[in-house]
């Protein structure tokens, strides 16, 4: 097939370049022909995509996992790879994302919207408690607010950010491709949280196969992901990010769910499915399969 290739763009743009490059250079061995763009640099909109078979979405953020990506090839009539529009507006707004996980029993924690000026007159849960973008990922503008923490060295614009209690536990992320369970993977690391230097710069990161997580934190782990993937309408393949609690009494909590996970190197599905025996090329073929259908 002839594939373009989309990449960079303006929000996460390094790590989707990382996950460009490595996606072309899957597409090449597996003997497809390969156009990369950067959107910023190419006016995606105007493009001519008659002699294109498939585009495939490498974008991370914003534009490319908000549906505007989407819709546009949807108008230009061109199978991509990822998710459905909706299914996109909605993953990416985490605020309105957990109302959807919260209707069909998906354990979240609790959190509100907020802005830095309601924050200052009054904080909605004791400390320690998460502030994040609503949109966004790679961890970029979370904060934890410890008892020690000051509001006001905090840099924040007037837009509203999500608050969310904050869960002591293992962070877990499992994977779904093509409506199925691919695997799960515990992410340990020493850093306050999994943020983007754990993801992309750390080399004391470490990402293990989880052993001590009981039958039933593992159901409901895998039932939780595929629920979010299936209930939203995603495609191809998502990665929902959890905190299991130290209590195992005590559910595995939901965060979110991403609709373009990473493709690097460091990012978690390739991972997910190297421990699954899939390989990468493999991986790449199946979302491109599941794109065409």
Do not use: W
Not at 64 to 78: L, P, Y
Not at 112 to 121: F, G, M, Q, R
Not at 228 to 237: E, N, P, R, S
């Amino acid at each position: 097939m002839n594939i373009l290739l989309l990449s960079g763009g303006y929000t996460e743009r390094e790590v989707s370049l990382m996950s460009g490059n490595e996606v072309k250079d899957s597409l090449l061995r597996i003997g497809h022909k390969v156009t990369k763009i950067d959107i910023s640099k190419n006016e995606f909109l105007n493009l001519s995509l008659d002699n294109f078979d498939l585009v495939f979405n490498a974008l991370h953020g914003g534009i490319g996992e908000n549906g505007v990506i989407q819709s546009i090839c949807e108008f230009k009539n061109i199978p991509y790879t990822g998710s459905p529009v909706l299914p996109s507006s909605v993953a990416m707004n985490k605020a309105l994302a957990k109302k959807v996980f919260e209707s069909v029993n998906i354990n979240i924690a609790e959190s509100i919207v907020s802005n830095i000026y309601e924050l200052k007159n009054k904080e909605p849960f004791k400390r320690p408690f998460i502030i994040k973008p609503i949109d966004g990922g790679s961890s970029l503008g979370v904060n934890i607010i410890y008892k020690q923490t000051l509001l006001n060295e905090l840099k924040f614009n007037d837009r509203k950010f999500l608050v969310e209690d904050y869960i002591e536990g293992k962070e877990v992320a499992v994977a779904v491709l093509n409506n199925k369970v691919l695997g799960m993977i515990e992410i340990k690391f020493e850093e306050n949280f999994y943020d983007y230097k754990s993801k992309y710069e750390s080399s004391k990161t470490e990402y293990v196969i989880p052993e001590d997580l009981s039958q039933k934190q593992k159901y409901l782990l895998e039932n939780f992901a595929l629920s979010a993937h299936i209930t939203l309408g995603c495609k191809g393949v998502t990665r929902s990010d959890f905190i299991v609690p130290k209590e195992e009494s005590l559910k595995p909590v939901m965060l979110e769910i991403n609709t373009l996970p990473g493709l690097t190197k460091h990012s978690l599905v390739p991972k997910i499915a190297k421990n699954n025996e899939l390989s990468f090329d493999n991986l790449i073929t199946k979302i491109i399969e599941d794109a065409l259908v």
